[in-house]
Structure formats: structure tokens, C-alpha cells
């Protein structure tokens, strides 16, 4: 049989919240050992290789739907976890378990919501991936609008695209020295197109050495919007002023043009110029959103707070950045 793609959205309040509890980290396996068979405990050591596997949970939900979609699952399905129009994460699914107390454990439910999301399914590793949900619905074949409101898991056919694409992302780019870092991007610059295969490559050398510059020596890093602290695979070097029209200087300049930020929202607000940051180094609101509420919320949570990687030397960047954003500045009501 080939893996089917389960789609999970983790846009609310509630679901940011339970990632960091259970797949920011992973769950110990002497807390599961405490409400599963010890057999379960042994398959989960076993197939995880000693490691603690990650864990999430679905709502049965009134109608019955969400257990008949939590049924459909089968080992070796992946979960892809999408916040704000983006899959930003997915998981190889190892093991599906009912436990009402297992759930309120891992989450911190409260006594009168015991067992909301008591459909579990355990994963033996969890990674980022960057795609759009527009995009993955027209790998799908599906529906360009479908917005993913609910947990589904689609069928075998409809989701080998999505799995292809997981299986093929490069998520450990190399962390070449600044020598190989400064030619990446004068090969870059003097003509060699960045749709062919070499060029790729030479990307991936910059982007690399901008990922060492700000992750080598940290197992953990704090977002400079949001202020939450991350292990790096779920963190983004990404660029203050745009890449593509940075001069040579500036790329060079990695001290200074890229910025830390998380892969759940943070990014993806920045680079759209829905968030930007003012002259004295303060995060504000840039276009409007007129629309989604789970993204409004993220933003008032973020507005107004210090952007703690602003600094004179990054002004300019940031300059350039807000002065981009086409849009006059509204706020929200």
C-alpha cells in the first residue's frame, strides 16, 4: 500500500498552543508508558529507535467525521501541518490510539474538556516543509480554494504528490566557509541562471552559510517577531530586504541582512509586508488583512513589541522592506 497524506490544520489559538507541548518536542515515552500497553510502549521504542515519538490528536467531533478521517490511518501515512496558508511541518505516522487520559495528560485539558482530542496518532519524527496550500492543492489535483478547515486524509492517489515532495526536501543544506559563500554568489551574479540546476545549487550554498551564520552553535533560537524560542530546523534565515534585489554588497553582508524567524506565521507575515518594522525598531502592522481571523489574531499578539534583531546597521533593510510594502498602513478594528 502507498502512504496516504493526512492534512492537519494548526491555525487557532488552541492548536499553536498544543505543538509546543507535543511536536515542538517530542512526548516521553514514560509518560505514554503510564496510559498505553506495554506492548504499544515497546512497538513505539522500537520503531522510534529509542527515541521519544512525537504526538497529535483529533477531535471525534458531533458528526462522527473526525474519528471516520483519524480511521483512515494507517502506518506510514504523513501528517502535514499547515498554519497561515503554508504546510509547515509533516510527520511519519507510526501508531493511531484512543486514550481520553493520555490526551488530557500530554495537553493539559481541562477536567470538563477531557478527551477533546482523544484520537491519537503517534509519529516517529516530525520535520519542516514550505509549501503553499495552494500549491499542494494543485499537486493534489484538488480544489485551488480547498483551505483545509478540518483534519482529512486523502487517498493514495491524490496524495503521492504530496508525500514525492516530502520525501525529496533538502532540510540539512551544507554550511560552506565565507570563501565558498562569497563565490556561491558571484557565480550567481554573473549570469548563471537560477533555473538550471547549477545555480540551484550555488542558492543552496548561500542559504547555507546564512542558516550556519545563524544557527551553528544554538540547539535553540528565539524569533525575532514573536519572541517564542525554537529548535532551528523550525526556524527560516530569511532576508530583510528581498534577495533578488540585494547587490553583491549586500548579500555579503550576512551580519546584517537576514533576520531569525520562526516557520509558524512569523516568516510568512514578514515577507508579505503584513508585519514590518518602524525606524525605532518596533514590529507593526504593514498591509491589511481583511479576512482571516487566525492571522489577525497572530498579528495583534505581535504588534508593538520590540523586533529584537533590529539594530542602525539593519536599518536600511528594514527601510526598504516597509517602504515596499505598497499598501497604506491600516490598522485593525
Known sequence: MMPKAALQPVTDREAQANLKKSIFKPVPLEVIAQYLPSEKVDY??????????????????????????WEKLGIGDVAFFAAFGRAVLCGSIVLRHEDEL????IWNEADE????FPLLYF???VKPVDFSKHFANR???TKPNDNWQGFVVKSEEVSAPLIRLADEADLSPPAPALDQFKSAIEQLLNGISETDRKGSALRRLEQGHLRNHLFQTLATKSCAFCKETFDPEFMVAAHVKKRAVCSLKERLDFENIVIPLCNFGCDD???????????????????????SEGAKR??????????????????????????????????FR
Not at 113 to 116: H, K, L, V
Not at 274 to 287: E, F, K, P, S, T
Open 269 to 291: 507575515l514578514f515577507e508579505k509586508g503584513y508585519l514590518i518594522v518602524d525606524h525605532a525598531g518596533l514590529i507593526q502592522q504593514g498591509r491589511s488583512l481583511e479576512q
Open 44 to 69: 513505539l521504542r522500537e520503531v522510534c529507535g529509542g527515541r521519544d515519538p512525537y504526538v497529535w490528536g483529533v477531535k471525534p467531533r458531533s458528526d462522527d467525521s473526525g474519528r471516520k478521517q
Open 298 to 331: 497572530r498579528i495583534r499578539d505581535i504588534i508593538g513589541t520590540n523586533c529584537n534583531w533590529w539594530s542602525p546597521t539593519r536599518e536600511p533593510y528594514f527601510k526598504f522592506h516597509r517602504t515596499s510594502v505598497k499598501e497604506p498602513l491600516r490598522k
Open 123 to 125: 509519529m516517529s519524527d
Open 139 to 141: 499537486l493534489m489535483g
Open 113 to 116: 474538556e477531557i478527551g477533546s
Open 102 to 105: 493520555l490526551a488530557k495528560r
